[in-house]
């Protein structure tokens, strides 16, 4: 795996991995305080809820789950003094389905969490990493 950063202004970068997806980044400042995009931190947050959302969908796919929607909503909290690393993470899924069995879409969260997921591991290295689910049956 490849990834480049450029510098393109002020507290502004441009990352791009070698599929060639970019993404710009930053930090707010100056006098206007804008912020070009997610902060570095910010992507470390959203990266880990996509791998565990990734793994969710395909275990839940992969059991044969009729799984249409799944969401992680994270809430985090990082240390007071330099490094500010995450100190708290939790992981809220959402994830729907017509029919979808509550104690399958439960197990494939907790897969994600104890075996799967490589961000959550790497961030439970500094955090606390917790989750829950909520399971909305779409034929109800």
Same mark, same amino acid.
């Given at each position: 795996m490849k990834a480049r950063v450029k510098w393109a202004e002020a507290?502004?970068?441009? $990352?791009?991995?070698?599929?060639?997806? /970019?993404?710009?980044? $930053?930090?707010?400042?100056?006098?206007?305080?804008? /912020?070009? $995009?997610?902060?570095?931190?910010?992507? =470390? =947050?959203?990266?880990?809820?996509?791998?565990?959302?990734?793994?969710?969908?395909?275990? =839940?796919? /992969? $059991?044969?789950?009729?799984?249409?929607?799944?969401?992680? %909503? =994270? %809430?985090?909290?990082?240390a007071e003094t330099e490094p500010k690393v995450f100190t708290r993470i939790h992981m809220h899924f959402i994830v729907k389905g017509p029919g979808l069995d509550a104690k399958k879409a439960e197990r494939a969260v907790a897969l994600s969490a104890e075996k799967y997921c490589s961000a959550s591991a790497m961030m439970a290295a500094s955090a606390t990493v917790t989750h829950d689910v909520e399971v909305i049956d779409t034929l109800a």
């Open positions: 507290r502004s970068f441009l $990352g791009e991995v070698e599929s060639g997806h /970019k993404i710009a980044f $930053g930090a707010a400042y100056g006098e206007t305080g804008l /912020k070009p $995009g997610p902060s570095p931190m910010e992507l =470390l =947050l959203i990266g880990t809820g996509g791998c565990a959302a990734y793994d969710v969908v395909h275990i =839940l796919e /992969k $059991g044969r789950e009729p799984v249409v929607d799944c969401v992680v %909503e =994270l %809430e985090a909290d990082r």
